[in-house]
């Protein structure tokens, strides 16, 4: 899996800049070969790519400034948040300074009557909600990851909770954001609704860190639900367990949560959480609101299940059984890459209409079985682990192709199977990438699936960064 190359060149840093930055910042600065390689990773199938140095600025004025140097010096800029994103965000393919935003840390605001806080960039949702724990609210977009607050929004980030509570997209009220000149801009307000200008804040919510840097976000918060449970419920097939979520969704029932994983999926995760769940297609849901309201919903859904086949509903309803239970979830990732050490895991991504969503699954098992058929053909000696899992109450959905990146059958196989999923999926109305971005692997598929709309996204980002030195090779490729 190597990234794509878009021409743009690659040269060293320039010694003016290293002085200046670490005049500026001191030991915050540093172009250490161990730090470096750390900014040059994430959780994609891509090679590292580390930058020629880091900087770990502490305020939205120190952002500002690393950013009129670098750009004085025509140097390269990658916005660092956790490092947990999926598709190369972070990795420095031409060079350059990785902006470290982690030190920006402090939760600035909470208002709880206004149901709203204001943070800086490097807050991770953990350690929002942490702080919000005895306020009665909280913030409910998880991806999984614990990943920073600016990073969620660059990436357009959803998760578990977004057939309920909606996306980063629907969360974030305002924004500071650096520009590339080193400007500081701030878009929206703490107002729940505004008719005033252009809606800057959903441009650069999703803009990968190629438009402008996030330094501060003001975020919705919800009332913690007076009641929640949980419940695992096994199905005799994906489609009937999709049938049932689809269901459930136009019925109008308020699922907090609603999770599909496979039984390749449930055997990674019994294996690494140690739980012993049957080893059959599976729905995770999880209800939210008063007592009355959870039982109603656990109860429709339920007789939904029932209807397709669905049994052996098991309930979780102490906070303990809940997170060991959404912890698996969570990690299934990783349990997954334990299916076959030594290898990556290339995760796919695709969301379509609710309504297209079981055809889009079946499609895809077949494509599945006929792609391990070939590889078998081609290469006896290979294998290649495919897990499926998703959010699908809002029909985005996951492959997690086990790829020995050293067997190029393999590598090609994966590629191409990747390639097919996106274009049914853009074929039926839905999209190539739910929540974890264009980054570095779906530039191709952009094209795909905006067409002319592309040259539009391309004369904002040359209006917005002219020398193309915010997270170049991101989103767009380099002209």
């Known amino acids: 899996m190597n990234p794509p190359h878009d021409g743009f060149a690659r040269r060293p840093l320039p010694a003016g800049l290293v002085t200046a930055l670490g005049e500026l910042l001191g030991d915050r600065f540093t172009t250490s070969q161990a730090v470096r390689d750390h900014h040059g990773r994430d959780e994609s199938a891509f090679p590292p790519a580390p930058p020629d140095a880091v900087a770990f600025p502490e305020s939205t004025a120190e952002v500002a400034e690393i950013v009129r140097r670098c750009a004085a010096h025509g140097v390269p800029m990658i916005p660092f948040g956790a490092g947990t994103s999926l598709e190369g965000h972070v990795l420095a393919v031409h060079g350059g300074v ?82 590339a000149s080193g400007e500081v801009v701030r878009t929206g307000t703490r107002a729940r609704k505004s008719a005033a200008g252009y809606d800057l804040t959903r441009l650069f919510v999703g803009s990968e860190g190629t438009l402008g840097i996030i330094t501060e976000l003001t975020v919705r918060l919800h009332p913690q639900p007076e009641a929640l449970a949980a419940a695992v419920c096994r199905f005799p097939s994906v489609r009937a367990a999709v049938e049932t979520v689809i269901r459930t969704i136009q019925l109008g029932i308020p699922v907090a949560r609603c999770e599909l994983l496979d039984a390749a999926t449930i055997g990674a995760i019994n294996r690494h959480a140690k739980l012993a769940l049957a080893e059959a297609a599976t729905v995770f849901f999880e209800f939210h609101g008063s007592p009355a309201a959870v039982k109603e919903q656990a109860e429709t859904v339920q007789a939904v299940a029932a209807d397709a086949g669905g049994a052996g509903f098991e309930w979780a309803t102490t906070p303990e059984a809940r997170t060991r239970l959404w912890t698996a979830r969570h990690q299934a990732y990783f349990a997954c890459l334990g299916l076959r050490p030594n290898c990556r895991v290339v995760s796919t991504d695709v969301c379509v209409p609710i309504s ?54 393999e590598v090609e196989e994966a590629e191409r199977l990747n390639e097919r999923l996106v274009a049914r999926a853009i074929a039926m109305g839905g999209t190539s990438t739910g929540e974890h971005g264009i980054g570095l692997g779906k530039l191709d598929f952009l094209e795909a699936e905006h067409g002319s709309a592309v040259a539009v996204m391309r004369a904002l980002k040359t209006a917005l960064d002219p020398q193309g030195l915010l997270n170049p090779g991101k989103v767009l490729r380099a002209t």
């Open 98 to 179: 990785a902006i470290d935003l982690a030190r920006m840390n402090r939760v600035l605001a909470v208002h709880p009557d206004d149901l709203d806080a204001t943070v800086e960039a490097g807050v991770t949702r953990l350690a929002l909600n942490a702080a919000l724990r005895d306020s009665g609210l909280f913030f409910p977009i998880d991806p999984g990851a614990d990943a920073t607050l600016g990073g969620m929004a660059a990436t357009r980030a959803s998760g578990t909770n977004a057939v309920r509570y909606g996306t980063m997209r629907e969360n974030v009220l305002a924004l500071t954001v650096v520009l």
């Open 356 to 409: 297209r969503l079981a055809d889009c699954i079946a499609a895809t098992e077949e494509d599945v079985a006929a792609t391990r058929a070939r590889i078998v053909a081609r290469s006896p000696a290979a294998g290649l682990p495919v897990t499926l899992l998703g959010h699908i109450g809002d029909g985005n959905f996951h492959l997690g192709i086990n790829v020995d990146t050293a067997n190029p059958v």
